[in-house]
């Protein structure tokens, strides 16, 4: 069976969505992923994570052949487009390693043909779009490489793929044109850029949303060491004045993009991007400040404190690097005991967290680490600290 589009590590967050939209339009798509569980669960018509409205279009589908996904890296000689959806990680160093895609990629080598287009989709290091280039030239392969960078605001996925303009990279004007007939099936508008301007694009837009949140958090911090309120301070600010309509309210920043993307930027830079690094000490700051505070007001070392909401934004399911759990750390050591819950994250993901009952009934502190809509009224008698200003219940 031969397939209009194999997407590569198409099991995730960013490339089921695509891989299922794609389609839903027609598009004869293949899921490779080497997670025979999520697999298994794609071919069952069941999402590995959640997304909103994916899994009926998932399962549509299936019912019509449209989308497929296996384990067997041969599939990637049964078409002639690749999107490989590989980024860029950056190690315990926060240096990236640049060298993951090539590495990835040689897995599926053997199955590779000439007049195949490969479009890169992950976030990836500044070059790297040219360094995958030339291992197509090295390897003796005659393939169109472009770069279409994921811009999409996770479990907005439905929505934000068929609404925003698409970025489209590639050196060649044929490569260009093969990769924005495919994102033009989906997109309502396609943007040309350089490879190298559109790899910038991607890190640009996730350190811009990092730094704008390190500003609000910084505000906060310092409101919060006079006593003062953030909330109060920035509905003045914002009310009716659209020079400050887009300030942030304080929270935990994080998520597997925004600060990875941030360390990419301080890398290519020579670490000399000051913004970025000074924006991540604020961020990842921000447990640790609060915990502070807290023992500043309460006597911390004998309470028990529960954390409501352990994944990294309200409404999901996804832990990568949530500052929840950077706030758990700190509250073992400072606190009495913790406890944790989140309506989101399944007890296979995290095996620690407790119902919400539970730590109502046996928390002396709440903490509002995520603000899932579940704890937006919610009933308590303990004091709740909501840096995020969203409850109608907190008691800072």
């Known amino acids: 069976m031969k397939f209009d589009v194999v997407v590569v590590g198409g099991g995730g967050h960013v490339g089921l969505p ?128 472009a770069f279409a960078p994921e811009r999409i605001a996770e479990h907005n996925a439905v929505d934000e793929l068929v609404s925003l303009p698409q970025i489209v990279a590639s050196r060649t004007d044929e490569g260009f044109r093969r990769t924005a007939e495919i994102f033009a099936k989906l997109a309502p508008e396609i943007v040309r850029l350089t490879p190298e301007e559109a790899e910038l694009a991607k890190l640009y837009t996730n350190a811009w949303r990092y730094v704008k949140f390190a500003m609000a958090n910084q505000f906060f911090m310092m409101a919060e060491s006079r006593d003062l309120d953030y909330e109060n301070i920035r509905y003045a600010m914002s009310h009716e004045y659209p020079r400050a309509s887009d300030v942030p309210s304080a929270g935990f920043a994080a998520g597997p993009c925004l600060f990875k993307d941030t360390m990419q930027l301080a890398a290519f830079s020579d670490n000399n991007f000051q913004i970025g690094h000074s924006a991540m000490l604020v961020n990842e700051g921000l447990p640790l400040f609060l915990v502070s505070q807290l023992e500043n007001k309460y006597d911390l070392k004998n309470m028990t404190v529960g954390v409501l909401g352990m994944a990294f934004k309200a409404g999901s399911d996804d832990i990568r690097s949530s500052l929840s759990y950077k706030l758990k750390r700190v509250l073992k050591f400072r606190a009495k005991s913790v406890l944790t819950t989140d309506p989101m994250v399944p007890l296979s993901t995290d095996g620690d967290l407790v119902s919400l009952e539970e730590v109502i009934k046996n928390s002396d502190l709440l903490i509002l680490a995520t603000p899932h809509r579940e704890y937006m009224t919610l009933k308590h008698s303990q004091p709740l600290i909501d840096i995020w200003g969203r409850t109608s219940s907190s008691k800072n």
């Open 18 to 145: 695509l891989a299922i939209m794609l389609s839903s339009k027609g598009v004869k798509t293949a899921v490779y992923d080497i997670s025979k569980t999520a697999v298994d669960k794609v071919n069952g018509g069941e999402m590995p994570f959640w997304e909103p409205g994916a899994e009926d279009i998932l399962k549509k589908s299936l019912d019509e052949g449209r989308i497929f996904a296996t384990a067997e890296p041969e599939v990637t000689g049964r078409t002639d487009c690749l999107i490989v959806v590989i980024g860029t990680p950056v190690d315990e160093h926060l240096n990236p390693d640049p060298h993951a895609i090539t590495g990835a990629l040689s897995d599926i080598r053997p199955f590779m043909k000439n007049g195949q287009l490969l479009v890169l989709r992950s976030t990836i290091y500044p070059g790297v779009t040219r360094q995958v280039e030339e291992t197509m030239a090295e390897w003796g392969l005659d393939i169109e490489v």
